[in-house]
Nanobody, 116 residues
């Protein structure tokens, strides 16, 4: 059993910053990639950013230059630093990990609202 616990969402004004974190626990063989996805009302879930065990990152074009993903392998934790937030960043953000058996696990989601 693998659990992902997210924290850090909330309400922020446009141009502001938020930091998300996601800690994985339980019977984890090995974590390959870790990432963040988001889903806005009425839209499909989309990739925000991913990071491999070696530290290679991938970002959605819409967040490049504003968001930074990082991970602490010793703590099985992934972070997302979000700067220069825009109203269109409003969504539920989900943490995702792929383990060594190529199984995917999801967090419960945390709401991020960007509004004045």
């Amino acid at each position: 059993q693998v659990q992902l616990v997210e924290s850090g969402g909330g309400l922020v004004q446009p141009g502001g910053s938020l930091s998300l974190s996601c800690a994985a626990s339980g019977s984890i063989f090995r974590i390959n990639s870790m990432g963040w996805y988001r889903q806005a009302p009425g839209k499909q879930r989309e990739l925000v950013a991913t990071i491999t065990s070696g530290g290679s990152t991938n970002y959605a074009d819409s967040v490049k230059g504003r968001f930074t993903i990082s991970r602490d392998n010793a703590k099985n934790t992934v972070y997302l630093q979000m700067n220069s937030l825009k109203p269109e960043d409003t969504a539920v953000y989900y943490c995702n990990i792929e383990d060594g058996w190529y199984q995917n696990y999801w967090g419960q989601g945390t709401q991020v609202t960007v509004s004045s």
